[in-house]
């Protein structure tokens, strides 16, 4: 058995990371903002913000064989502190990062591929607003040139929905369920009809960072964490209504043109090669959930079916 500490973990994705390693064997603490009781005697809660106090204090009673940070820091400075005090105290930690990283060049995506960060030469207002992939971008940049031990693994998320949030293009949250109560269309962008979503059930990438942990030969690797089932906004749309009965309508987008949500993410291609992760992992494809089942078992858990 190792020990675990999952930081910002009581939401969608730390919730089936725990799970997975409770699985596993491993014994999981989570320092969380909900109201969680454990059940689990290798699972415990810390309601707490995860602050640098917060953390020296928790250090001097536990040590942790690995480290999962859900925090995403729009300065990526402000990660730093938080590096240096982490790398000392654990032997891996795991940085989550993000797909949206990625530029919209190749196709597949690939580990390697181009980022927005190095291809992006013409919007000033990107590198001027934008706190989220491009944050997420300097931060890693940060990891493979800090001094410090290189005890980390990034990994690069696709939108992962859960019964917090159930993603499809720019909608999110409950949005499709509260169109079906009140029987009206939900609208999703035409441009983006055909495209492959970066979308994954929860649980799908929760094992997967799950099975990065504790890995020796994952330290100083990247890895894009999805079952890479490929679907098209179209076909999860046609998932959305065989299971919940919402019925959506394709129409031109409207978005202003500071959304970078849209303009650099879900109006691109996002077909991901996820070799690398599955052989990192141990995983088959085989070992995940599809998109229809993840939908059916967090639309259980809503109530919503």
């Not at 040590?63 to 240096?84: A, C, S, T």
Request: glycine share 4%; charged share 30%; proline share 3%.
């Amino acid at each position: 058995m190792k020990k675990a500490l999952l930081i910002a973990g009581g939401g969608t994705l730390g919730t089936y990371t725990a799970e997975e390693l409770l699985r596993l064997g491993h014994s999981v603490d989570i320092i969380c903002l909900e109201d969680k009781v454990s059940d689990n005697k290798d699972l415990r809660y810390y309601k707490a913000n995860a602050t640098l106090e917060f953390l020296r204090e928790l250090f001097k009673e536990n040590r942790y064989d690995g480290i999962v940070n859900f925090i995403h820091y729009k300065n990526h400075l402000d990660y730093i502190p938080y590096h240096e005090l982490l790398t000392e105290n654990t032997d891996h930690l795991i940085f989550l990062s993000s797909y949206r990283v990625y530029a919209d060049l190749e196709h597949p995506v690939r580990e390697t591929s181009p980022q927005l960060i190095d291809v992006i030469k013409d919007d000033p207002e990107f590198f001027e607003k934008e706190d989220y992939a491009l944050s997420k971008s300097k931060a890693e940049r940060f990891l493979r040139d800090n001094p410090y031990p290189k005890k980390w693994t990034i990994v690069r998320p696709v939108i992962s929905f859960s019964d917090r949030r159930l993603d499809i293009n720019m909608v999110s949250r409950h949005e499709v369920i509260e169109a079906v109560k009140e029987g009206r269309k939900v609208r999703l962008p035409i441009e983006a009809k055909h495209l492959t979503a970066g979308l994954d059930w929860a649980g799908n990438s929760g094992k997967i960072i799950a099975n990065l942990l504790f890995k020796k030969e994952c330290i100083g690797e990247a890895y894009t964490v999805s079952s890479a089932q490929n679907l098209t906004t179209a076909e999860i749309a046609d998932i959305y209504t065989e299971v919940l009965g919402v019925e959506f309508e394709w129409v031109p987008a409207d978005f202003k043109s500071d959304n970078f949500n849209w303009r650099y993410d879900r109006i691109y291609d996002r077909t991901i090669d996820n070799s690398k992760v599955l052989a990192a992992a141990g995983l088959e494809p085989s070992d995940f959930k599809s998109i229809k089942e993840g939908l059916i078992t967090e639309l259980k858990k809503l109530g919503a079916i």
